[in-house]
């Protein structure tokens, strides 16, 4: 199947500090969606992208869709010691029956307080 | 509360047994969907219901059945045949499937198989 290539894989930042994180593709996507999972849990939905070029904001989080429609990434601003997890991209295709998303591997968020 | 749920949160199982995993939503939506996810990995889709009585396989469907006779209710049932059927799986639901609809996830049920 289609895979995403998101980076990176693992980050350790001190509490304050932004974080940037991305996933590309070698195909286009019309839907991006961004999630956050906390260890033995299940993913929850944080930034859904629909147009290329979109730039959406979801308090201190940012996400673009890429203006080529293979890339997106997600910016965390002035992280805190709860944004640990793991982020996940995905992306969604249109056309005939493909209703199948697409998840990047994820990065390990690590905040120190 | 609407939401999607998962029972149990853990479950364990000896080798060659059949197990079934649960998922409801009262979000009334079309679609359902169940992932597996292991370690280090992204998630990978078994199986699809756009519809009542409908369904399709994902990427990974060997191994694993499920039926659609409620719009509420989606069960996963992981079979012996499955050779590596330790791990955590995920239920979503979305209004539709298709572009523009996101999907929601459950809770999740560890699954270990001995």
């Known amino acids: 199947g289609q895979q995403l290539n998101q980076s990176p894989q693992s980050m350790f930042i001190q509490e304050g500090e932004d974080v940037s994180m991305n996933c590309t593709s070698s195909?286009?996507?019309?839907?991006w969606l961004w999630y956050k999972q906390d260890p033995g849990e299940g993913p929850v939905l944080l930034i859904a992208?629909?147009?290329?070029?979109e730039l959406t904001s979801n308090g201190r989080l940012t996400a673009q869709f890429g203006i080529t429609r293979k890339d997106s990434f997600l910016n965390i601003s002035a992280s805190i010691p709860s944004d640990v997890g793991i982020y996940f991209c995905?992306?969604?295709?249109?056309?005939?029956?493909?209703?199948?998303?697409?998840f990047g591997k994820g990065t390990l968020l690590t905040v120190n307080p | 509360d609407g939401g999607i749920t998962q029972s149990p949160k853990y479950l364990f199982r000896k080798e060659g047994q059949n197990v079934t995993l649960s998922c409801e939503q009262n979000?009334?939506?079309?679609?359902m969907y169940w992932y597996r996810q292991d370690p280090g990995q992204g998630l990978r889709l078994i199986y699809y219901?756009?519809?009542?009585?409908?369904?399709q396989k994902g990427d990974i469907a060997e191994g694993y059945s499920v039926s659609r006779e409620k719009k509420e209710s989606f069960p996963l049932t992981v079979t012996s045949a499955q050779k590596n059927p330790t791990a955590f799986y995920l239920c979503?639901?979305?209004?539709?499937?298709?572009?523009?609809?996101?999907?929601?996830f459950g809770p999740g049920t560890r699954l270990t198989v001995t």
């Open positions: 219901s756009q519809i009542v009585n409908d369904f």
């Open positions: 195909s286009i996507f019309n839907t």
């Open positions: 979000l009334n939506h079309d679609a």
């Open positions: 979503a639901s979305s209004i539709t499937a298709g572009t523009g609809n996101e999907q929601y």
């Open positions: 992208l629909y147009k290329a070029g």
């Open positions: 995905a992306g969604l295709n249109s056309g005939g029956s493909n209703y199948k998303l697409t």
